[in-house]
């Protein structure tokens, strides 16, 4: 018998697999289905969604024979399956679910694959199907690379940065130069665990930072919603979602940072950074190669994300312990007073508009309008994080958990527009703004 995890680039649901049984009056039915669920070598699970009369002869017969169908090659295989039993819940039909919910937008079906149950099934025997043509040769690609000694060395890389900021650089590097991820993207949570910001990409025109992936939609979302990893190794017949997500982009309008994102991404690869059960932030990879991540490399990413949360904690810890500095007061004089600098506050979810451009929203936004308020009446243009944490103004209980990255990604947000308000740090737990002007800040209530 073939062993499955030799062909589990079948189990992808490219090409739709087939299943055959019969009733019990001996009656064939064939049938297709979206996805046969690689479980270990000798179990699978069939997605339940549509066919009733398969189900019906499978509760009577116990038996059904699948061909899979390996979507690079062609090649085919027939699977003789044994019943098991059913279920609706648990850490494997989630993990189905996830997957079906994405490609369900990506085809325009909506809801209409939504999983009600997972069929466990045991494989008495795997075997090829001989092809009366010669089959498709896959696709050159780079010599493979021991993934688990590449996540391993990438790990090892991001344990020895002591600062948040260069974690995320060193991540996102390493992707590219260790495993030849051209395209990937750091999401992080906010406050209310609704959205996830970027705060850091590589191999797009534009950064994104500040931009936002909406918890439980799409790839990045839907992987977040689930606390596990989320890959999709071909999207040819779901373009409508890369299509969806330009469309919806366009509809928030002048309020809204575009997600960095492929214009027809092909594979994409979603893994939650968890540390303690909590999630940290989404690390994100896609490409416009079909098949251009593997279960090892999700395994891989799996473990970076992983350090990556876990670096992440240690970092904030480490950062409410930085001392607070004499407070640094600087008064603008006239000439650097012009030109005014126009600044709309909404208390209501934090956003910040300077000169009518959108800049940011949530905790980094309320961040930005105490800096300028501070700075508007008194001068001073340095800040520490423990002053940060202790002032009641911002009344955020659980803002220890969120400075370091807030912080990260609204400097980085600042300097991508290019002025005229920067944040710089010029030593350890400080923050600086950098204000090329007077801020005239407006309270809206809209």
């Known amino acids: 018998m073939i062993r499955l995890s030799d062909i589990r680039d079948s189990f992808e649901g490219v090409i739709p697999s087939v299943i055959a049984t019969t009733s019990a009056d001996g009656v064939p039915n064939i ?8 479980i270990d070598e000798r179990h699978v699970a069939l997605s339940n969604q549509f066919f009733s009369k398969t189900a019906a002869n499978v509760r009577h017969r116990g038996v059904a024979t699948v061909m899979v169908v390996d979507g690079r090659t062609g090649q085919q295989h027939i699977l003789d399956l044994h019943f098991l039993r059913s279920v609706g819940e648990g850490e494997l039909f989630e993990r189905v679910a996830s997957h079906l919910a994405v490609m369900s937008v990506s085809q ?11 069929d466990i099934y045991e494989v008495e025997d795997c075997r090829p199907v001989v092809p009366v043509a010669s089959l498709a040769e ?26 948040a900021e260069a974690m995320f650089d060193c991540a996102l590097e390493g992707l590219q130069t260790r495993f030849g991820f051209a395209n990937a993207v750091v999401l992080v949570p906010d406050e ?7 705060i850091a990409s590589r191999g797009y025109p534009a950064f994104g930072f500040g931009s936002e992936a909406t918890v439980g939609v799409g790839t990045i979302g839907t992987a977040a919603a689930m606390r596990r990893p989320l890959r999709i190794s071909d999207m040819r017949r779901g373009q409508r979602y890369a299509s ?25 690869l979603a893994v939650p950074m968890l540390s303690r059960g909590r999630l940290l932030g989404v690390l994100f990879v896609e490409s416009e190669k079909s098949f251009a991540f593997s279960h090892r490399d999700e395994e891989a990413l799996s473990l970076v994300a992983s350090q990556l949360a876990t670096s992440l904690l240690l970092a ?13 007061t600087h008064q603008p004089s006239p000439a650097q007073a012009a030109p005014r600098i126009r600044v709309r506050y909404f208390p209501l979810d934090g956003s910040v508009f300077v000169d009518d451009e959108y800049i940011i929203r949530g905790l980094p936004g309320q961040l930005l309008h105490h800096f300028l308020s ?11 994080n423990r002053e940060i944490r202790r002032e009641r103004s911002l009344r955020l209980p659980d803002f220890k958990d969120n400075l370091e990255t807030r912080l990260i990604l609204l400097r980085r947000r600042l300097e991508e527009r290019g002025g005229p308000l920067l944040l710089s740090k010029p030593e350890r737990g400080q923050i600086r703004l950098e204000c090329d002007g007077l801020p005239e800040i407006e309270i809206a209530t809209g």
């Open 31 to 38: 049938s297709y289905l979206s996805h046969v669920h690689y």
């Open 108 to 118: 325009g079906m909506g809801d209409v694959m939504k999983l009600r149950s997972l």
């Open 138 to 163: 896959p696709e050159e690609t780079e010599p493979p690379r021991d993934r688990l000694y590449a996540a391993g060395q990438l790990c090892a890389a991001i344990a020895q940065q002591g600062d």
């Open 192 to 198: 209310e665990g609704k959205k996830l910001s970027t």
């Open 244 to 268: 969806a997500v330009r469309a919806e982009v366009m509809r928030h309008g002048p309020d809204h940072i575009p997600l960095p994102s492929l214009a027809q991404p092909r594979s994409q």
């Open 316 to 328: 904030e810890r480490d950062r409410s312990e930085a001392g607070t500095p004499p407070p640094a």
């Open 374 to 384: 501070v700075f508007s009446k008194t001068g001073r243009t340095d800040f520490s």
